[in-house]
T-cell receptor, first 112, second 112 residues
C-alpha cells in the first residue's frame, strides 16, 4: 500500500533557528509531492509542491523542500523560523489519478 | 474570491440519523475530494470525484456516500452515522489531476 511517513510528530524549535520537517513516501515511478500547513481551526493551505523539474522547490513564507528520489524523501526546511510558523504541517503524495495520501502531521512549535 | 465552502461547520447528532455535509466550490474545478482528519492519523481520503457523475473510493469509504450531479457541488452523505464517524471533515478541490488542492474550513461532526 502506498504511504507517507512523517517521522516527527512534534518539533519544538527556538525562534530564528533553522528547522527541518521530515517526510518519506512509498517509491513509485510517478510521484507528486506537497506540503500543507494547518493553523488552528482552519483548513489546509498549500506551502509548496513538486510536480516535475527542479528537485529544490521553493514555497511561501520562506519554506523550501528537496525531492530526493533515491531516498524517497521530501523534507521541508526553513532557515529561520518565526513565531507565526507555529502550526501543523502535513506532507502529501499523489501517485496516479486523484488519490492523495497524507502523513500523520508534524506539530511545529516555535519558542520565543 | 476562490473558495471551497462547507456546511455545516459544526454538527452534533445521534447515531442512525442521516446527515449530509455540503461542499461547493466556485473555481470550476474538475476534481473534488472528501477527507477525514483524526488525531494521530492525519488526513485520510474518503471519496473523490474526477468530474460530474464520476466518483471513486478513497482509503476509508465505508459508511459514506457521495454524489456529483453538478460540477460545483460534492455532498458527503452519512446514511446511518455511528460514533466512529466522529471526526473533522474537509472537502477539497483542484483543477487537474495531481494538482494542489484548495481546502474548505472543515466540518466538525460529533455522533453520539
Amino acid at each position: 500500500a502506498q504511504s507517507v511517513t512523517q517521522l516527527d510528530s512534534q518539533v519544538p524549535v527556538f525562534e530564528e533557528a533553522p528547522v527541518e520537517l521530515r517526510c518519506n513516501y512509498s517509491s513509485s515511478v510517478s510521484v507528486y509531492l506537497f506540503w500543507y500547513v494547518q493553523y488552528p481551526n482552519q483548513g489546509l493551505q498549500l506551502l509548496l509542491k513538486y510536480l516535475s523539474g527542479s528537485t529544490l522547490v521553493k514555497g511561501i513564507n520562506g519554506f523550501e523542500a528537496e525531492f530526493n528520489k533515491s531516498q524517497t524523501s521530501f523534507h521541508l526546511r526553513k532557515p529561520s523560523v518565526h513565531i507565526s510558523d507555529t502550526a501543523e504541517y502535513f506532507c502529501a503524495v499523489s501517485y496516479t489519478g486523484n488519490q492523495f495520501y497524507f502523513g500523520t502531521g508534524t506539530s511545529l512549535t516555535v519558542i520565543p | 474570491e476562490a473558495q471551497v465552502t462547507q456546511n455545516p461547520r459544526y454538527l452534533i447528532t445521534v447515531t442512525g440519523k442521516k446527515l449530509t455535509v455540503t461542499c461547493s466550490q466556485n473555481m470550476n474545478h474538475e476534481y473534488m475530494s472528501w477527507y477525514r482528519q483524526d488525531p494521530g492519523l492525519g488526513l485520510r481520503q474518503i471519496y473523490y470525484s474526477m468530474n460530474v457523475e464520476v466518483t471513486d473510493k478513497g482509503d476509508v469509504p465505508e459508511g459514506y456516500k457521495v454524489s456529483r450531479k453538478e460540477k460545483r457541488n460534492f455532498p458527503l452523505i452519512l446514511e446511518s452515522p455511528s460514533p466512529n464517524q466522529t471526526s473533522l471533515y474537509f472537502c477539497a478541490s483542484s483543477g487537474y489531476s495531481n494538482q494542489p488542492q484548495h481546502f474548505g474550513d472543515g466540518t466538525r461532526l460529533s455522533i453520539l
